[in-house]
């Protein structure tokens, strides 16, 4: 496994909270899959392919009640610490990338229009 993928492995577990579920590792790829509650994110490393990074289409959001949690273990994890912002439409939000340059938003889920 390249540190590449194990560095994202720790980000979603120590950072987001996810728990390293199966792996598997066929030939040409590896395929980590984590967990968090009903959410499942697999991290794909191909060993003889593209690199997945920055500049990908994904964002992943996260409605929570407050951003003090993921703004501390940022913070204690080394990590950049970006600054919330409202949305024109009155939404909260909190974005940052993951090692990867994944998009990952948090946003208050009481700012949100049900």
Request: net charge negative.
């Amino acid at each position: 496994m390249s540190a590449h993928i194990e560095k994202s492995i720790a980000f979603y577990s120590n950072i987001l909270g996810f728990t390293t579920n199966s792996r598997l590792n066929l030939p040409d790829v590896t395929l980590q899959f984590l967990q968090l509650e009903q959410t499942t994110v697999e991290l794909v490393e191909l060993k003889n392919g593209p690199d997945f990074s920055a500049g990908t289409a994904v964002v992943l959001t996260f409605l929570v009640d407050s951003f003090d949690s993921i703004l501390a273990k940022l913070a204690s994890a080394g990590e950049p610490v970006p600054v919330p912002f409202t949305l024109p439409s009155g939404v909260e939000m909190l974005r940052f990338t993951d090692p990867t340059g994944v998009q990952i938003s948090f946003v208050i889920e009481s700012s949100v229009s049900h």
